[in-house]
């Protein structure tokens, strides 16, 4: 299983993003599927999740904010980010969890950064 995330990069206060992540070896539709992030010296953290049957979580912060979706015809997994503020900045990673052979299993992308500056 493969995740290739793209889509960072240096934007100002108030820009938008829109990150993706690519997966190849699983079964996607039913994989469930997420963006994490991370900054230096900080535990990785819950960005947003959507689960295979489309149900949706997202961080108090960024609520309102960002939006997940998916599209299991391209495999792929979206993060929308508006509004986007300089705690924002950080190195985000997509994870899909997918189930073999009755076990479930993360795999991770290997993270694109987001910087947001003026």
């Known amino acids: 299983v493969q995740l290739q995330a793209s889509g960072g990069g240096l934007v100002q206060p108030g820009g938008s993003l829109r990150l993706s992540c690519a997966v190849s070896g699983s079964t996607f539709s039913s994989d469930d599927a997420g963006w994490f992030r991370q900054t230096p010296g900080k535990q990785r953290e819950l960005v947003a999740t959507?689960?295979?049957?489309?149900?949706?979580n997202y961080a108090d912060s960024v609520k309102g904010r960002f939006t997940i979706s998916r599209d299991n015809a391209k495999s792929t997994v979206y993060l929308q980010m508006n509004s986007l503020k300089p705690e924002d900045a950080a190195v985000y990673y997509c994870?899909?969890?997918?189930?073999?052979?009755?076990?479930?299993?993360?795999?991770w992308g290997q993270g694109t950064e987001v910087t947001v500056s003026s």
């Open positions: 959507i689960n295979s049957v489309g149900r949706i």
């Open positions: 994870r899909i969890t997918s189930a073999i052979s009755s076990s479930r299993y993360a795999f």
